[in-house]
């Protein structure tokens, strides 16, 4: 086993929207495409990379009190970060160093459920 996540799920109540929301940070394309009655938009994936989906049905409901999700924001964190509240999020926790190993982190929220 190379990781034990294998895929994530991020719920949005405005497929649209969320799309936009993280092709804008992330600065990657997303593709739409609905499935099983769920609007989805997939993050990219080349086999290799633990990757994921944004999805809008009835069984998913965006939550700020549920699991976390941390997406990788490359070498600089300080990019995907000015990205943030021009395309409608909102910093909750500013950019924080865990270890000069590990890295830093930070913890966002897409506003307008």
Request: aromatic share 10%; hydrophobic share 35%.
């Amino acid at each position: 086993m190379q990781n034990f996540i294998n895929w994530f799920e991020i719920p949005a109540s405005d497929i649209k929207r969320a799309v936009k929301f993280y092709q804008e940070i992330l600065q990657i394309e997303i593709t739409e495409t609905e499935m099983m009655g769920m609007k989805m938009g997939f993050l990219p994936n080349d086999g290799k990379i633990v990757s994921g989906a944004i999805v809008q049905g009835e069984d998913y409901s965006p939550r700020t009190d549920g699991t976390l999700v941390y997406l990788n924001g490359g070498h600089d964190l300080d990019l995907p970060l000015k990205r943030i509240e021009p395309a409608g999020g909102k910093v909750l926790v500013q950019k924080t160093q865990i270890s000069p190993e590990i890295g830093f982190f930070c913890n966002v929220y897409r506003s307008g459920r």
